[in-house]
């Protein structure tokens, strides 16, 4: 990426708390006596105003970030900055060759756990074919996809499992003073089942799907809610989506509910969206529910905080601002 060159400088709004920002930026750039430029939080209009100052070569990023700027108003400065690259992880294919498109700035992708517990890069991205992956295990690294039972699944986009992963060095891992449950659990020779599911493809490049916590099932479908909110986010009127299940009365029944945050000058109606979603998804995929929204809550990672979203279906307000298009009027 550029560390070991003079005067390299890179721009990093993602938090300090996260390996990530810690270990994959700050730590080489000090290795290379290189530059890093530190914000207090992402602003896409900051953002710009940073990069015109500092002049940095590349920046760091989570997907959020690449749609916040992506639904910035096309300007001249698009393409007159001095940006190369962004490296980081979260974009997805369609925002990915659209956003290099647009800016002209290479995406190289990456996968890895808060606790840093893994890694892999994609350097080839859209020039190999590969936008859409977070690329191969990085060196020092071992990553493989498992299913239920932990045997490993060979490469092809239906052998969907879990990422495991483990460092070469014969270090054994553990959680100190752990005050919540993590999705990653330590298993035998020093695996790590992170939670989080995919698939490799013949190449070993390996593709992320979704987090545990976001998987959906209905009859013998699995699905992840990240594959609904992908079509619902290439709207051209919509800004951002949280797709979840919630509870359907007092029954063990689970229905799916999407919250909708439209553009400013959107005129979309619930008949609209609903529309569109069964135009563009399978039928067992399509939400019940639709709430539109003037914001998503979200964390200081730009992430959309779903568990507050949740939280509100047991609020009466939230459902009498909630479309059911099973009964076709506002959910009671």
């Known amino acids: 990426m550029g560390f070991d060159n003079k005067n390299h400088k890179i721009y990093c709004a993602v938090p300090i708390f996260q390996a990530f920002s810690r270990y994959l930026v700050i730590i080489p750039a000090m290795y290379y006596n290189s530059s890093v430029i530190l914000c207090e939080m992402f602003n896409p209009i900051k953002f710009w105003n940073d990069i015109d100052k500092f002049k940095p070569q590349g920046f760091c990023y989570l997907g959020a970030y690449l749609l916040d700027l992506m ?89 969907i499992g879990e990422i495991v992963s483990r460092t070469r060095l014969p270090i054994e891992l553990e959680y100190v003073n752990l005050e919540s449950k993590s999705s990653a659990r330590i298993g035998e020779n020093r695996w790590v089942y992170t939670g989080d599911y995919g698939y490799k493809d013949f190449d070993n490049y390996i593709y992320f799907l979704g987090r545990q916590s976001d998987m959906i099932k209905r009859g013998n479908e699995i699905f992840f809610a990240l594959d609904i909110e992908r079509v619902a986010n290439s709207h051209p009127q919509v800004l951002n989506t949280a797709v979840f299940e919630v509870p359907i009365g007092n029954t063990s029944e689970t229905a799916l509910k999407i919250c909708i ?30 709430e539109i929204k003037n914001n998503l809550p979200k964390n200081v990672n730009h992430l959309i905080q779903k568990f507050i979203l949740k939280d509100n279906w047991q609020d009466m307000e939230c459902r009498r601002n909630t479309y059911d298009t099973k009964q076709k009027k506002m959910a009671e």
């Open 71 to 159: 639904n910035q108003e096309p300007k001249i400065r698009d393409r007159k900055h001095s940006l190369n690259y962004a490296f980081g992880f979260g974009a997805f294919k369609k925002i990915w060759e659209a956003f290099e498109r647009r800016f002209g700035i290479q995406i190289i992708e990456s996968w890895s756990l808060v606790e840093a517990i893994g890694m892999t890069i994609n350097e080839v991205g859209t020039k190999g074919g590969k936008a859409g992956s977070v690329g191969v295990p990085a060196r020092g690294y071992e990553l493989k996809i498992v299913d239920s039972k932990g045997n490993e699944l060979p490469p092809g986009s239906t052998n």
């Open 261 to 290: 945050e439209l553009k400013e000058d959107s005129n979309l109606n619930y008949s609209d969206i609903h529309h569109y979603l069964k135009q563009n998804l399978a039928y067992f995929m399509v939400p019940r529910f639709i």
